[in-house]
């Protein structure tokens, strides 16, 4: 015996990402903006002159890679409760990935979903972190291990806020640009490899760029069953990177920058890239400080670590490897012996 639940419909879960000075907006609803003390300190009252609402609450938590976790949703989810939103309420994801990631993860559970829409601040967060609905906060495994696919419902790249983005974290957004050129977009490389990104209008035009691919690849494959894994080009590597050193060492897309070297590196190996290739990444991505080496010192816990990946089974890791520039395999094939000699060479001081 068996009930069947028909439950099969087409959800339209489409929204704009609006890359210009931020226009007013008005809500008629209950509104929190979710930031930290850094960002409000800078920033916050110019997005009070943009946005109103029937009621408007902020609610601060940690700066830090380190407070993506339980204590600041807690934090996030209690505020919510006590101002008495509902379904009908809106949360505001104004600051960097951590912020989004966060904010869009409890917009996910309170009340079983709510609205939300981002208002990135930060390169890595304008180009990635806040297109393409995912979600979540870390725990002492890993990183995003816990999390939902919740897409907002707008986005917001306002360049205003990049004014004052301090050197390290315009490059960690920079990784991340480089990211969908190489695995995408050859074309998009080489605009990389003779542009100024510290041009205004230049890095805008890069921002489009990125953002549009990154776009194309979430509408082919919205919950990363299929090609959406392509764009952790770097991250399988930077995530344990990002572990290792307790998130305290590196940004986060300084951490890729050094997982894309890996990566490349490992295709180095197996012809997936030639050895200039695979220069000219590092070139690019020394163009603007970011580092290129890491000192694994024990390459069989580094390699052990991949299994708390989330692309990875049982027993199998995923990689994802760079095919020339412009291209991209995603394999479960590559053996551990491969994997362990690209480790062992970042063992030697380089």
């Not at 897409?151 to 306002?158: E, F, N, R, S, T």
């Amino acid at each position: 015996m068996q009930v069947n639940i028909p439950l099969k419909q087409v959800v339209d879960s489409s929204y704009d990402i609006t890359i210009d000075i931020m226009k007013p907006v008005h809500f008629d609803t209950k509104v929190a903006i979710i930031t930290n003390p850094k960002v409000a300190g800078l920033h916050l009252g110019y997005l009070l002159s943009k946005v109103t609402a029937k009621e408007l609450y902020i609610i601060t938590v940690p700066d830090g890679e380190e407070y993506k976790n339980q204590d600041s949703i807690n934090t996030i989810l209690e505020s919510l409760f006590n101002h008495k939103f509902n379904r009908k309420s809106m949360l505001i994801a104004f600051g960097g990935g951590v912020i989004g990631d966060m904010t869009g993860y409890a917009a996910s559970i309170y009340q079983r979903g709510i609205n939300f829409i981002q208002i990135p601040t930060t390169l890595l967060s304008q180009v990635d972190a806040s297109v393409g609905g995912k979600t979540g906060m870390n725990n002492s495994y890993g990183k995003n291990l816990i999390g939902a696919f919740h897409q907002p419902k707008a986005v917001y790249i306002d360049p205003h806020f990049l004014t004052t983005l301090p050197e390290r974290e315009f490059g960690a957004g920079v990784a991340e640009i480089v990211k969908m050129a190489v695995t995408f977009n050859k074309d998009f490389f080489e605009f990389l490899e003779s542009a100024d990104l510290k041009d205004p209008e230049v890095l805008q035009e890069a921002i489009k760029q990125a953002v549009q691919t990154k776009a194309d690849v979430v509408a082919q494959d919205e919950k990363e069953n299929g090609i959406r894994a392509a764009l952790n080009y770097g991250h399988t590597f930077g995530h344990v990177i990002e572990n290792e050193t307790k998130y305290k060492k590196y940004l986060h897309g300084e951490a890729v920058a050094i997982g894309m070297v890996m990566a490349n590196e490992t295709a180095v190996k197996i012809s997936l890239m030639q050895e200039d290739e695979a220069q000219r990444v590092k070139d690019l991505l020394h163009k603007y400080n970011l580092a290129t080496s890491y000192l694994v010192t024990d390459s069989e816990s580094f390699y052990e670590t991949f299994y708390l990946d989330k692309k990875s089974s049982d027993s199998s890791i995923t990689f994802i490897l760079p095919v020339g520039i412009g291209g991209v395999k995603i394999t479960d094939s590559c053996e551990k012996d491969l994997i362990l000699s690209v480790l062992n060479d970042f063992g030697v001081p380089r």
